[in-house]
């Protein structure tokens, strides 16, 4: 405690502290509690009926499976760009480095509509898959393109600071010590940059989840095959049914809050060993 | 030095930043506190010279909210009856319009986007705002033939020759036949598309519902994709190039062939379809606080006009005025057509039975198949 | 997004003694893979949207762009933007400095939370303000006797942006202030220096290249957001369609060359606020090493 006494040398901690919290319930707390308000509105039976039947958890295993794909794809790959731009020289290296931001910037109906466009099956590289039989736009694989797309720079922007930040001597040692390259990477590096790399892919899972611009164009939409559960949500709205809507935003928002929860934690265990090193 | 010049540059964006929160803050409650002042800012400009002449009568605003398919239609509309009533009564009228799904359009007006017309695609989206209080009681009856002033039916849209042979319903339920169109609940038009099958299936089953449901249920099952709107389903069709055959609106037929491509597409009209009957009405709570009422009555009457029918005719939509129908008569193909009220009990009956959660249409779609 | 500070391309990482680097036919193929993936994921969808664009031709793509439904719908892009980013900004350096410059009980929840709208399906954050201020919400009644319009109209879609951009700013701000710590401020504290001053000359120097990347990331979404305004907007042509939802409503009219033109301008934008990151950057990086 002696630490804290020594903190509050500085000024602005009430002011500051103060305006934090007032506007994120502003922005943030108030509304999302209106979710809470209208859900209660319905009785139990009602709740449980809507949040869980055959349709509803179909949804939920589908929003799942390619949101967990994705983030699987991603981290993978998004190492990979991550470790080549921070370890190799190569020509247009920044231009690269920009690009890994773009899926942040374009709007997610765009990406959907031109991921759509490649992948259909007259599309650019749709039509090269279609006679192995493999199909992309209207499927399960066709969501999870459009999720990796979306979730991309969470991973390489997580990993690289980490990855740049790495002390050669390790590396040295490990080597000294007649380790092979691989064996390092595994066995030195990957603990190291492990708890960013699932930093990384607990957000873009936790976009992905939530995702519904860029799938909608590329799901097909079919029942119980390639509905999401955002896309649910909004056919309970067509349907006036605000309720239904809400109690399903509630069970995503606390699966997105747990998610996020988890995230922290990794977090703090990632700032709790960097202070002891 | 460069650490001077660079924070005096980060200072001028903070102080920039800060009074464009001020600014901005501002801004809102001007737009806030009156409803229409940015956008009729305008036009007010412009228009005070015709005015000066004769009446002064404000400029006035109509915002029209409708479903998708009617873009073009309002688009032709809108300046036809801007000029007939500034004929009539000097004003000017700038209509505005919002489109989109007509499930969604009648909610964002129950939540209070304030439309003075709603033009949807059909009754039961209309009997959604009269529920809440924004329309009075009796809506249908307020204009002529069910307050719709033009209708539509459901038609096959093909590829060129009709490689797959497909000239009535029974046709869709075929092995290898891939039908495309929206998904009924979240499509207004697509619960047009549904009600004809079933109406077939039970015309020709002996009115047996089991016998239907199995029909309407394997249609479905050669439904690739189910996109959420019919526009969507219009562009899965013609631009993805998938399936063989798309349920649409005749006067989305029409368009498709028109914008897309006349020598790809035709039109094969089933022996039995289903009459549809896109209503109108006057939101009446907010027509009355905003003090338009009488321009929007005589925008939904003037629909019936021979203008304004001639207008919904050359857009595809089936006029209902006998002169203009005889004068695009070999435009729309007469056929045997169902009504919603006389076959299925009315919009209420149908939507309870057949689209409602637990309804026919979602014991469709049934887990394992 | 989480935590990254800053990642400066330093020259430093990627020269290497051979011992601990791979050999040149490893890089190669690592260096292959890496940019594939990206040509297949990102350049592809980019490319995609310019050649659909002018597919049929410059005329078309000149028409869309200069649409008067085109311009306005840019113009509310923009002041939805200049409104969001200023109050998130201010919110994100109050955020950080509360949570990084003192300990307290609940600083890890208070994270959580901040970082909440990153996970939220943006179709729940257009609902949740719909819910709140639209006529059959919690505020809805009030605020109609009192003539104020919020849902469907500019304060809705500013809110609804402001959602989706919330965490940027703060959650740029929160590790690179961590991992700054207080030394800076306490030894300018026992010097003399106060409350704003303190701030302005000390933190601010510090801090800035992270704040001008979170405004900047901020910036490049709060443009983009489609879910969440799609809600809200209304769709009134000309008056609450932002550039995404003028997109597809272009799509929606069977005018895919103008929805991919206006599209290849958001790209435009992207494309600009990512350079002036990079530049940002370099410059960042220079002034440092000097």
Known sequence: MKGSAIRRVLPGFGLSLGYTIFYLSVIVLIPLSGVFIKTAGMGWSD??????????????????????????????FGLLIAWVLVRYKFPGKSIVDSLVDLPFALPTAVAGIALTTIYAQNGLIGSKLEPLGIKVAFTPLGITIALVFIG????????????????????????MLGAHRWRTFSRIILPEIAPALLTGFALAFARGIGEY????????????????????????????DYAGATAIALVMLVFSFIALLIINVLQSRISKRTTSA | MAKRSTLKWFSIILAVSLVLTACGSKD????????????????????????????????????????????????????????????????????????GGSGKQSLAVIDGLKADVVTLALGYDIDAIQNKGLINQGWQSKFESNSSPY?????????????????????????????????????????????????????????DETKAQEFVQKLYKNVPVLDSGARGSTTTFVERGIGDVLLAWENEAFLSINELGPDKFEIVYPSLSILAEPPVAVVDKVADSRGTREVSEAYLKYLYSE??????????????????????????????????????????????????????????????? | MAGAITAHLSEEASVRPKHINESGFVRFVLIGIALLFLTLMVVLPLVTVFYEGLKKGWDVYVAALTDSDAKSALKLTLIVSLIAIPLNTVFGIMAAWAITKFKFRGRNFLI??????????????????????????????????????????LPGIVLATIFVTFPFVARELIPLMDAQGVQEE????????????????????????????????????????????????????????????????????????????????????????LVAKKLIEWRGSKWQSK
């Open chain 2, 307 to 369: 203008e304004g029918q001639r207008i919904a005719a050359q857009n595809y939509y089936r006029p209902r005025l006998q002169s203009v129908a005889d004068e695009f008569k070999d435009q729309f193909k007469s056929l045997e057509l169902l009504t919603i009220d006389k076959d299925f009990g009315g919009w209420q009956e149908a939507q309870k039975k057949h689209f409602a959660d637990n309804g026919i249409f979602d014991k469709i779609y049934v887990p394992g198949k």
């Open chain 1, 47 to 76: 709740f449980w009926h809507t949040i869980w039947n055959t349709r509803v958890i179909a949804a939920y295993k589908i929003s799942f499976l390619t949101a967990l794909s994705a983030a699987g794809i991603n981290a993978v």
């Open chain 3, 186 to 273: 306490e030894a300018a504290v026992s010097l003399g220096a106060k409350g704003f001053k303190l701030f302005w000359h000390v933190t601010l120097p510090n801090i800035k290249w992270g704040l001008l990347y979170g405004i900047i990331l901020c910036n490049a979404r709060a443009m983009g957001e489609f879910g969440a305004v799609s809600v809200i907007s209304g769709h009134i042509r000309g008056e609450t369609n932002t550039l995404p939802l003028h997109i597809e409503i272009l799509y929606n009219e069977y005018q895919f060359s103008a929805s991919f033109a206006v599209a290849s301008l958001l790209v435009m934008l992207a494309l600009i606020t």
């Open chain 1, 152 to 175: 991309l720079p969470f991973v390489v922007r997580t990993v690289q600071p980490i990855l740049q930040d790495l002390e050669k001597d390790t590396e040295e040692a490990a080597v």
């Open chain 3, 112 to 153: 959580t939370l901040i970082d909440l709208p990153f996970a939220v399906s943006p179709v729940i954050s257009g609902l949740i303000y719909v819910l709140l201020f639209g006529a059959q919400g919690f505020l809805g009644p009030w605020l109609d006797e009192h003539g104020i319009q919020i849902v469907f109209a």
């Open chain 2, 28 to 99: 809102k409650e001007d737009k806030a506190s009156t409803d229409k002042s940015t956008s009729t800012g305008s036009t007010t400009t412009e228009q005070t010279t015709d005015t000066e002449k004769k009446e002064p009568l404000k400029p006035v605003e109509l915002l029209n909210v409708s479903y998708d398919p009617t873009r073009e239609l309002y688009e032709a509309y809108n300046k036809a009856f801007a000029a007939h009533w500034k004929q009539e009564t000097g004003q000017e009228v700038t209509i505005k319009q919002s489109h």
């Open chain 2, 151 to 207: 209708t539509s039916t459901i038609v096959f849209l093909v590829r060129k020759g009709n490689p797959k042979g497909i000239k009535d319903w029974d046709d869709l339920v075929k092995d290898g036949v891939e039908v495309i169109t929206p998904n009924p609940k979240t499509s207004g038009g697509a619960r047009w598309n549904y009600l004809a099958a079933w109406g077939y299936a039970l015309k020709h089953n002996n009115n």
């Open chain 1, 213 to 240: 611009g860029s799938v909608v164009f590329i799901s097909g939409n079919m029942p119980l095959r390639t509905e999401i559960t955002p896309l649910l949500i909004m056919t309970k709205l067509e349907q006036f």
